[in-house]
T-cell receptor, first 115, second 113 residues
Framework: NAGVMQNPRHLVRRRGQEARLRCSPMKGHSHVYWYRQLPEEGLKFMVYLQKENIIDESGMPKERFSAEFPKEGPSILRIQQVVRGDSAAYFC?????????????FGEGSWLTVV | DAKTTQPPSMDCAEGRAANLPCNHSTISGNEYVYWYRQIHSQGPQYIIHGLKNNETNEMASLIITEDRKSSTLILPHATLRDTAVYYCIVRVDGYTGFQKLVFGTGTRLLVSP
C-alpha cells in the first residue's frame, strides 16, 4: 500500500454536509480508481479516472457523488448532502499507464462517518 | 459480477502452509489471476498475479492449473499477521489502460497459534 496517499483517514460529517476525499496516486501513476466498502461488505468499484478525464463511472451513484482528477493535484471524490447510508470506507487505487500485467495499488482508505 | 469462486473461510495453524483455492472456470485466455488481501481496517494489499505459469515472490506462491480454470495461493509459513480476507480476482480488461478489478466475497483466513 505504500505510495497511494489518502486523506483524511477519518472524516465525520453531519447529514446534509459535504465530504471531500483526496487521493494522491503513486509516483508515475496516471490512472486512479475509487472503491467503496460498506460495513461488513466487499469492495465495490465506483469510478476510474485518468488525468482530467473520467473513463468509467459505472459504479458511481447517480446523484450527489462526483470525482475529478485534475492536471495538477490529487484526485477528489466529492459527496454532497451526505446521508447516513454514505458511511463507508472509501479506497483509492492507482496504476501506471499501461495494461500489460501492471498492478493496481491501494491506499489505506478514508473512513467516512455520517451522524 | 465477480468471475471467481472461493470458500468463505479457512483456518490454518501458525507456521503451517496456507493453501487458498480459487475457481475461475470462465477465465479468458488473456485474463490474469490476481490475489489481494485485506487485513482488518486496512486497504487491499497486492500479493501476486499470474497468467498461466506458476509464480513466486517474497510473500506467496501462485499455482495455476494447466487449463487455467482454477488456482491456489500458497502462504508457505503462515503467521498470525496473515489473518485477513483474501481475494482472488480475474482482471477484467476494458479499453486501453483500464484494469477494472471486481472483488468478490473472498476467503477469510484465520491463522491460530
Amino acid at each position: 500500500n505504500a505510495g497511494v496517499m489518502q486523506n483524511p483517514r477519518h472524516l465525520v460529517r453531519r447529514r446534509g454536509q459535504e465530504a471531500r476525499l483526496r487521493c494522491s496516486p503513486m509516483k508515475g501513476h496516471s490512472h486512479v480508481y475509487w472503491y467503496r466498502q460498506l460495513p461488513e461488505e466487499g469492495l465495490k468499484f465506483m469510478v476510474y479516472l485518468q488525468k482530467e478525464n473520467i473513463i468509467d463511472e459505472s459504479g458511481m451513484p447517480k446523484e450527489r457523488f462526483s470525482a475529478e482528477f485534475p492536471k495538477e493535484g490529487p484526485s477528489i471524490l466529492r459527496i454532497q448532502q451526505v446521508v447516513r447510508g454514505d458511511s463507508a470506507a472509501y479506497f483509492c487505487a492507482s496504476s501506471p499507464p499501461t495494461t500489460e500485467g501492471n498492478t493496481i495499488y491501494f491506499g489505506e482508505g478514508s473512513w467516512l462517518t455520517v451522524v | 459480477d465477480a468471475k471467481t469462486t472461493q470458500p468463505p473461510s479457512m483456518d490454518c495453524a501458525e507456521g503451517r502452509a496456507a493453501n487458498l483455492p480459487c475457481n475461475h472456470s470462465t477465465i479468458s485466455g488473456n485474463e490474469y489471476v490476481y490475489w489481494y488481501r485485506q487485513i482488518h481496517s486496512q486497504g487491499p494489499q497486492y500479493i501476486i498475479h499470474g497468467l498461466k505459469n506458476n509464480e513466486t515472490n517474497e510473500m506467496a506462491s501462485l499455482i495455476i492449473t494447466e487449463d487455467r480454470k482454477s488456482s491456489t495461493l500458497i502462504l508457505p509459513h503462515a503467521t498470525l499477521r496473515d489473518t485477513a480476507v483474501y481475494y482472488c480476482i480475474v482482471r477484467v480488461d476494458g479499453y486501453t489502460g483500464f484494469q477494472k478489478l471486481v472483488f468478490g466475497t473472498g476467503t477469510r483466513l484465520l491463522v491460530s497459534p
